[in-house]
């Protein structure tokens, strides 16, 4: 019964709905427990051959009146409790979705996409139950049962009543017992449903890769090993919640057979009449329902406590990046000066990855970033975006270190086009006026321009109305790259980040974006890391990453003249060009 405790916030909020609900199950027990005591004295008139009539017409007239009655609290007491589950349900997701909304980098590498579409899905749903089936369950349970136990007593016979109740303690040890085995095995449950759930997604998304290495097999066969296993935790949950209605037949036979026993015996001596002996049996009949219900309970609020327990445990996370709340609102603007002594990864504190990172990027300048994979470039792309805050330094945005900003404020100033371009599924407009959804036709089609797709755009049968499909799947590496640069100049960010973001270009089109980049009227500071150097030669500084920190600087030219790591591949790239194009 934990589950309520926790939900009672929920159910204060709701309470006129829930009192109003509980109240229409109150009178529909109260109704029907009418109908088998107008039965039992309908037996008896016709045992007495008293019946007539307009009696028959009278006793019609009352079921059908009980009829009429409990058909319009019920529907009273559906809309009031089924209506506020299913608010529930709304608020649960919609915190889990804000939660998600707002949580870090870090937050995402630990929990898998499965996983937290399972907490969205299923764990909401089973909780939203609890609200539901839940609190019908208890309260019409409780008063069913009560309210026909009471008529028992009423309009038959104490001691009789009694001893029909002996068994039901039974009840109670088996709820117990097995209401905590549903527990454990359905979070268990729950928890193999995540990891089939993130291997669907994870399947589905990378068809592509599974094609091509041709491990169609072995992904099925991975995929079928877990179904097996969330099939066997399933079974586990089920083999306790069966367990439940063969108890309550058994308890509900013995209560038959000693009513059979006492009742015939008490209308041989005539303490009851058969008219009273059918209605006890009849309400035997409606003790079913409560008895079976009690099994149902136990199922319903095991799971939701479950899945209530791994939803709270998700909302109690917190992001590690702190964001203050009378930060500044107005956009970031001005000078970068970069100033970090060491950061390291959260999950590896002891790696240093970036160390004695220095520099400074007048507004309106483009920097160049270059090196090896692994040497950090990307990394300290992040940590402008704020994706972690625990490196020992600052970075100024302007006259304010990005620490002092809003989030929205310092982000809405970023135009971000990272290495895995990702795009929605929709048309290509609205993918690219995806931060400034009222934005013009025509402010589209200068950044399509900028960013050298506007033609190819032309070109789609169904132009800027086309449909991209799930992460851009129609379109080419290179078309994706270009749209996503076209994206992030909707806003005219003060700083535009391209993470490699020409790799997928050939040099013609590599080339005619730069130049629309460094011609445009409003020019936007500009940070570019690449490995094809040709995306950085006319930077206004480059510099070259090696193992964290930074190994050469300086513009092109001077860097040629270092012979160093720069010079060296410069020649590399230079002799390769040359070859593609057949030079000697």
């Known amino acids: 019964m934990s589950i309520f405790k926790k939900l009672g916030w929920f159910f204060r909020q709701e309470k006129k709905h829930y009192l109003l609900g509980v109240f229409s199950l109150i009178v529909v027990a109260i109704v029907q427990v009418l109908p088998p005591k107008m039965i039992g004295l309908i037996i008896d008139e016709i045992d007495q051959k008293q019946l007539s009539g307009s009696k028959i017409l009278l006793w019609v007239a009352l079921l059908t009146l009980a009829a009429i009655t409990q058909y319009g609290f019920r529907f009273i007491w559906r809309t009031n409790i089924w209506g506020s589950a299913a608010k529930l349900e709304r608020s649960l997701r919609s915190q889990l979705f804000h939660h998600f909304t707002k949580m870090d980098h870090l937050f995402f590498q630990t929990h898998r996409t499965g996983d937290l579409m399972a907490h969205a899905t299923n764990d909401v749903s089973a909780v939203q139950n609890v609200a539901g089936a839940g609190i019908l369950t208890f309260a019409d349970s409780m008063i069913t049962g009560i309210s026909t136990i009471i008529a028992m007593v009423?309009?038959?016979?104490?001691?009789?009543?009694?001893?029909?109740?002996?068994?039901?303690?039974?009840?109670?040890?088996?709820?117990?017992?097995?209401?905590?085995?549903?527990?454990?095995?359905?979070?268990?449950?729950?928890?193999?449903?995540?990891?089939?759930?993130?291997?669907?997604?994870?399947?589905?998304?990378?068809?592509?890769?599974?094609?091509?290495?041709?491990?169609?097999?072995?992904?099925?066969?991975?995929?079928?090993?877990?179904?097996?296993?969330?099939?066997?935790?399933?079974?586990?949950?089920?083999?306790?919640?069966?367990?439940?209605?063969?108890?309550?037949?058994?308890?509900?036979?013995?209560?038959?057979?000693?009513?059979?026993?006492?009742?015939?015996?008490?209308?041989?001596?005539?303490?009851?009449?058969?008219?009273?002996?059918?209605?006890?049996?009849?309400?035997?009949?409606?003790?079913?329902?409560?008895?079976?219900?009690?099994?149902?309970?136990?199922?319903?609020?095991?799971?939701?406590?479950?899945?209530?327990?791994?939803?709270?445990?998700?909302?109690?996370?917190?992001?590690?990046?702190?964001?203050?709340?009378?930060?500044?609102?107005?956009?970031?603007?001005?000078?970068?000066?970069?100033?970090?002594?060491?950061?390291?990864?959260?999950?590896?504190?002891?790696?240093?990855?970036?160390?004695?990172?220095?520099?400074?990027?007048?507004?309106?300048?483009?920097?160049?970033?270059?090196?090896?994979?692994?040497?950090?470039?990307?990394?300290?792309?992040?940590?402008?975006?704020?994706?972690?805050?625990?490196?020992?330094?600052?970075?100024?945005?302007?006259?304010?270190?990005?620490?002092?900003?809003?989030?929205?404020?310092?982000?809405?100033?970023?135009?971000?086009?990272?290495?895995?371009?990702?795009?929605?599924?929709?048309?290509?407009?609205?993918?690219?006026?995806?931060?400034?959804?009222?934005?013009?036709?025509?402010?589209?089609?200068?950044v399509a321009k900028i960013a050298a797709i506007h033609e190819d755009i032309e070109a789609f049968p169904e132009g800027y109305d086309t449909l991209v499909g799930e992460r851009g799947v129609s379109l080419s590496g290179g078309q994706k790259q270009r749209i996503s640069i076209a994206r992030s100049l909707m806003l005219d960010p003060e700083l535009l980040i391209l993470d490699d973001a020409l790799s997928a270009v050939d040099a013609k089109t590599e080339?005619?974006?730069?130049?629309?980049?460094?011609?445009?009227?409003?020019?936007?500071?500009?940070?570019?890391?690449?490995?094809?150097?040709?995306?950085?030669?006319?930077?206004?500084?480059?510099?070259?990453?090696?193992?964290?920190?930074?190994?050469?600087?300086?513009?092109?030219?001077?860097l040629l003249q270092k012979h160093g790591w720069y010079a060296q591949m410069w020649s590399k790239q230079q002799l390769e060009a040359k070859i593609e194009r057949g030079e000697q």
């Open 511 to 558: 080339e005619e974006i730069l130049r629309h980049l460094h011609t445009r009227p409003k020019r936007q500071t500009t940070m570019i890391t690449a490995h094809r150097l040709s995306s950085v030669m006319h930077a206004d500084e480059i510099i070259v990453m090696e193992q964290g920190t930074i190994a050469e600087r300086g513009t092109h030219v001077q």
């Open 154 to 446: 009423l309009f038959v016979d104490w001691r009789l009543t009694i001893l029909a109740m002996i068994p039901l303690p039974l009840l109670a040890v088996t709820s117990r017992v097995l209401g905590s085995k549903i527990h454990v095995a359905f979070r268990d449950a729950q928890a193999a449903f995540s990891d089939i759930n993130d291997k669907t997604q994870e399947s589905i998304t990378g068809i592509k890769v599974i094609k091509t290495f041709g491990q169609e097999k072995e992904d099925i066969a991975d995929f079928e090993e877990k179904i097996a296993h969330v099939i066997k935790k399933n079974r586990r949950v089920n083999r306790y919640d069966a367990l439940f209605d063969p108890c309550i037949t058994a308890i509900i036979g013995i209560s038959y057979g000693l009513t059979i026993f006492l009742g015939g015996h008490y209308v041989m001596e005539k303490t009851i009449t058969v008219g009273q002996l059918v209605s006890f049996i009849s309400y035997i009949g409606m003790l079913v329902w409560p008895m079976f219900a009690i099994g149902r309970l136990f199922n319903v609020l095991e799971r939701g406590n479950a899945s209530y327990d791994r939803i709270e445990e998700l909302l109690a996370e917190e992001t590690h990046i702190l964001e203050d709340e009378h930060g500044l609102t107005e956009p970031a603007h001005g000078d970068l000066a970069i100033s970090i002594d060491s950061f390291a990864y959260p999950d590896y504190p002891e790696q240093t990855i970036l160390r004695n990172i220095h520099l400074k990027v007048e507004e309106g300048k483009t920097l160049g970033i270059v090196g090896k994979t692994g040497s950090g470039k990307t990394t300290l792309l992040k940590l402008f975006l704020r994706e972690y805050d625990n490196y020992q330094g600052t970075i100024f945005f302007g006259a304010h270190d990005i620490k002092e900003y809003r989030l929205q404020a310092l982000l809405l100033s970023i135009g971000y086009v990272p290495q895995d371009h990702f795009l929605f599924s929709m048309t290509i407009r609205d993918n690219i006026r995806f931060a400034a959804p009222k934005s013009t036709q025509e402010k589209v089609e200068e």
